[in-house]
């Protein structure tokens, strides 16, 4: 069974640009959830879609949007890139019915110049 | 008050010895707990989970549960240094909640 695709992995950017990152969840998971990784925060959850709606969503400024795609899979857009955003951004999925464990992708690393 | 913390370490233990890795939690209606291995530069990867009071063994791993202390720790019996890595605890409340993450504990088995 594959596992959670995120493409590209990686990505540099400048400053004011925008980047849309892609996920694609393990098959038959419904749920996928986005966290922003940094040295000094850990992961920072952004928000999750389970069945094109969004579920849950973190403390995020409104740069950071996503969607999900009636074949599960999501992207995720980040508007007017600043420094900061320079992160690994992880995407994970589950059934997101009860109880069930999220599965990681490997990861987009992002760098903003 | 952090809603999930663990020691970020680094919690050094020679090889063969057992690594306890410890997670308090805050939201006393929480009830899945789940615990990943993090190798640095790499994702999160599932380990353990649980969601009964009381211990769970896969293998090496055995994972302890208290929720009436809201507590959730992790032994790693005989360490050996590939389980180098941080380790994250995971908590989510019940519901279609979302989960919270720790910062991860740093465990450093020496050789």
Redesign the interface.
């Known amino acids: 069974k594959a596992g959670v695709t995120q493409t590209p992995r990686y990505l540099i950017k400048t400053r004011g640009q925008q980047v849309t990152l892609s996920c694609s969840p393990i098959s038959g998971h419904r749920s996928v959830?986005w966290?922003q990784q940094t040295p000094g925060q850990?992961?920072q959850?952004l928000f999750?879609y389970?069945s094109e709606t969004q579920?849950?969503k973190?403390n995020f400024p409104g740069r950071f949007s996503g969607r999900q795609f009636s074949n599960s899979r999501s992207e995720m857009n980040v508007s007017t890139l600043e420094l900061g955003d320079s992160a690994?951004y992880?995407c994970a999925s589950s059934s997101?019915q009860g109880?069930q464990?999220?599965?990681?992708?490997?990861?987009t690393r992002l760098s903003i110049l | 008050q952090k809603e999930v913390e663990q020691n970020s370490g680094p919690l050094s233990v020679p090889e063969g010895a057992i690594a306890s890795l410890n997670c308090t939690y805050s939201d006393r209606g929480s009830q899945s707990f789940f615990w990943y291995r993090q190798y640095s530069g790499k994702s999160p990867e599932l380990i353990m989970f649980i969601y009964s009071n009381g211990d769970k063994e896969d293998g090496r791993f055995t994972a302890q549960l208290n929720k009436a202390s809201q507590y959730v720790s992790l032994l790693i019996r005989d360490s050996q240094p590939s389980d180098s890595a941080t380790y994250l605890c995971a908590v989510m409340p019940g519901g279609y909640q979302k989960v919270t993450f720790g910062t991860g504990t740093k465990l450093q088995v020496i050789p």
């Open positions: 959830s966290y850990g992961l959850f999750e389970f579920r849950n973190g690994l992880l997101g109880n464990p999220q599965h990681f992708g490997d990861g």
